[in-house]
Nanobody, 124 residues
Framework: QVQLVESGGGSVQAGGSLRLSCAAS????????MAWFRQAPGKEREGVAA????????YYADSVKGRFTISLDNAKNTVYLQMNSLKPEDSAMYYC?????????????????WGQGTQVTVSS
């Protein structure tokens, strides 16, 4: 059974940083795409960062480019999202997703496995 478990969310002031983690069990990251998404109340789920875990190629939404970094620790089978220079508009529930079935790497329909989410709140 595949489980993705996110952690690291919390409340932070604008300009601050958080690092989200997504630990996988029953699944190995190192041979497919994985991604981070977020969803704020009343808004669509948005892809913010993705990685081809085989090649290491990364992809970012324009809204987070230069501020967020996705990375993978193969030994721990854990993916991270380092978020710097946080803004109030980054506030959302953040989800990790894995196992692409093809399609746009930042599209939420692409992924077969999802975590339960971790809340990020950025105050001004």
């Amino acid at each position: 059974q595949v489980q993705l478990v996110e952690s690291g969310g919390g409340s932070v002031q604008a300009g601050g940083s958080l690092r989200l983690s997504c630990a996988a069990s029953g699944y190995t990251y190192g041979n497919n795409f994985m991604a981070w998404f977020r969803q704020a109340p009343g808004k669509e789920r948005e892809g913010v960062a993705a990685m081809n875990t085989r090649s290491g190629t990364t992809y970012y939404a324009d809204s987070v480019k230069g501020r967020f970094t996705i990375s993978l620790d193969n030994a721990k089978n854990t993916v991270y999202l380092q978020m710097n220079s946080l803004k109030p508009e980054d506030s959302a529930m953040y989800y990790c997703a894995a196992d692409s079935s093809g399609g746009w790497v930042l599209g939420w329909t692409t992924y077969n496995y999802w975590g339960q989410g971790t809340q990020v709140t950025v105050s001004s």
